[in-house]
């Protein structure tokens, strides 16, 4: 089957556009199995496939290039985007080292200065480094600015909203408007929101990247990642890289992302419903400096967040009063907020991401306070959550006034 071609058994993801998304995400690339009548569709835990004579078979002969069972999750993550085409991978970086292969050596790429420490490792110390990219790292919220920014070489703009860790957000239809009108392309990682809280090709965005680890595996049990776009020769060469490179998800990984999917829309209202009421308690503490939740009204971009997402997300970040000492006893107290990297699981996390996901960061123009401490809000009971991080606050309580009265005193 030629890249990026619909088979008999994949129809273009775009064709359940007309069913609601909680409908979509059950139903989209999940038919019964024909020959025993299984709801679930049957896991092809297999690497090759018997042809019936040299280059005929029946759309399979490596499941490097292709499986059932990832054709299933493209499909149903290409629907929840109302997208043509969805490319699955290993991992989130896996799939957008693949999205930077389509460049050529000397071409430019404008991000957003406040990206993923893994990202900004990928495009200034590989990338850069082994492919002849360059990269000029922006807000992405004064337009004057981004116009400026772009050569004759700018190729592409990667934007995330809202941004890891310091949940900025930026406005997407803007943004492409400012890209396609210098003929560059807008690939937006929509993993802290993802599709459920915001539709990225329907802005304008051409690509939309995604970590399924995180909120659509959802169980903290999986690493993947994908693309979803509506280009068809775009799609046909990332196809073609994705099987040339071979950083696929291996069967076991894409059913569990799958079934993960059926239950993003639930999980994801009770994710938000409880980051809301945990931003709105830290943000009446006198001890904590500074609160970052698209749902806040005092969310710097809170009107853009109105706008292109449904809800405010399930991801805080926060600067407790204190400094870092104080940050790092609050991290090690709380009960239910497990310290741990990633994100978008059913459990709560907490972390440092100055020492740990961006610590890659450190030194560099875009390092992140040392003191911000992220949230993973889980799907816990609000009210468990909210006395396990307030007894973490009020317990550290006096290393915040110590830290006030220096202050005072220099």
């Not at 992302?257 to 809301?276: E, I």
């Amino acid at each position: 089957m030629s890249a990026g071609a619909e088979g008999p058994h994949r129809p273009r993801a775009s064709a359940y556009e007309g069913e609601r998304y909680e409908t979509r995400a059950i139903h989209a690339g999940q038919d019964h199995d024909p020959t025993t009548g299984a709801i679930i569709p049957p896991l092809y835990m297999t690497s090759t496939y018997v042809q019936e004579g040299a280059g005929q078979h029946a759309g399979y002969d490596y499941s490097r290039t292709d499986n059932p069972t990832r054709r299933n999750l493209e499909v149903q993550l290409a629907a929840l985007d109302s997208a043509d085409h969805g490319i699955a991978f290993s991992s989130g970086m896996a799939a957008t080292s693949t999205l930077l292969q389509t460049l050529e050596p000397g071409d430019h790429v404008i991000c957003v200065n406040d990206v993923y420490g893994g990202t900004y490792r990928l495009f200034r110390k590989v990338l850069e480094r082994h492919a002849g990219l360059s990269f000029t790292f922006l807000s992405l919220r004064d337009i004057a600015e981004l116009e400026a920014a772009f050569t004759p070489a700018t190729q592409l703009v990667w934007l995330e909203t809202p941004t890891n860790p310091m949940l900025n957000v930026v406005d997407i239809a803007v943004v492409a408007a400012a890209a396609h009108a210098r003929g560059a392309r807008l690939c937006v990682d929509n993993t802290f929101a993802t599709s459920y809280l915001q539709q990225p090709l329907a802005l304008g965005a051409d690509v939309v990247s995604y970590s399924t680890t995180k909120y659509f595996g959802g169980h903290s049990d999986v690493v993947g990642g994908a693309l979803v776009l509506d280009d068809d020769e775009l799609a046909g060469e990332l196809c073609f890289l994705q099987n040339a490179i071979g950083a696929v998800p291996g069967p076991m990984d894409c059913w569990l992302v799958t079934r993960g999917v059926k239950t993003l829309a639930v999980r994801m209202d009770r994710h938000c419903s409880n980051a809301l009421a945990v931003a709105r308690m830290l943000e009446e503490r006198a001890d904590v400096r500074e609160v970052r939740y698209p749902g806040l009204e005092s969310h710097p971009q809170y009107e853009v967040a109105q706008r292109q997402m449904r809800s405010g997300g399930g991801m805080i970040s926060f600067l407790p009063a204190g400094g870092v000492e104080r940050a790092r006893e609050v991290i090690r107290r709380t009960s239910f907020f497990r310290l741990a990297e990633s994100l978008g699981g059913v459990e709560s996390l907490i972390e440092l991401p100055g020492a740990m996901t961006h610590q890659t960061l450190e030194g560099s123009p875009l390092e992140v306070p040392a003191e911000l401490i992220r949230l993973s809000v889980g799907i816990e009971h609000v009210e468990d959550l909210l006395r396990d991080l307030a007894g973490a606050l009020d317990a550290t309580a006096l290393l915040a006034e110590e830290a006030a009265s220096g202050a005072a005193g220099a």
